[in-house]
């Protein structure tokens, strides 16, 4: 896949957690540090069911986009969201395990890029 589809994902799918109201969300660009993904996103919700419906509003997204979800973990007990689409990877916390699995710290070595720097 080419680097401007993988934007392209990241956009998207930064664009459907907004709709959502996520809180915080965080944009790590891990190409240099890991084989894993090109990109981590991190999104924080209030409750499950907002977790929930960002989950289902990134999936949804980026599924008509023609980029598909190839793995989900976490959605039924909804603390911490993970959406695996191959380049991007989506995790969506509530509050309390984002402050103690803090990915921002762990992937430090990333680097945190805006939205905009995407365009």
Not at 2 to 8: G, V
Not at 17 to 33: G, P
Not at 55 to 77: C, F, H, I, R, W
Not at 80 to 87: A, K, N, R, T
Request: charged content about 30%; hydrophobic content about 45%; overall charge negative.
């Amino acid at each position: 896949m080419t680097k401007q589809n993988i934007k392209e994902m990241v956009l998207l799918a930064v664009e459907a957690l907004e709709d959502k109201k996520a809180e915080d969300i965080a944009i790590i660009d891990i190409s240099e540090v890991s084989v894993l993904a090109d990109y981590f996103i991190i999104a924080g919700g209030n409750n499950s069911s907002q977790i929930q419906a960002m989950s289902d509003a990134v999936d949804e997204k980026l599924g008509k986009a023609g980029y598909p979800l190839k793995q989900m973990e976490g959605y039924n007990t909804a603390n911490w969201i993970l959406q695996d689409f191959g380049d991007i990877i989506v995790h969506i916390f509530d509050r309390e395990n984002r402050l103690f699995y803090d990915l921002e710290r762990i992937w430090k070595d990333g680097k945190r890029v805006e939205a905009d720097e995407l365009k």
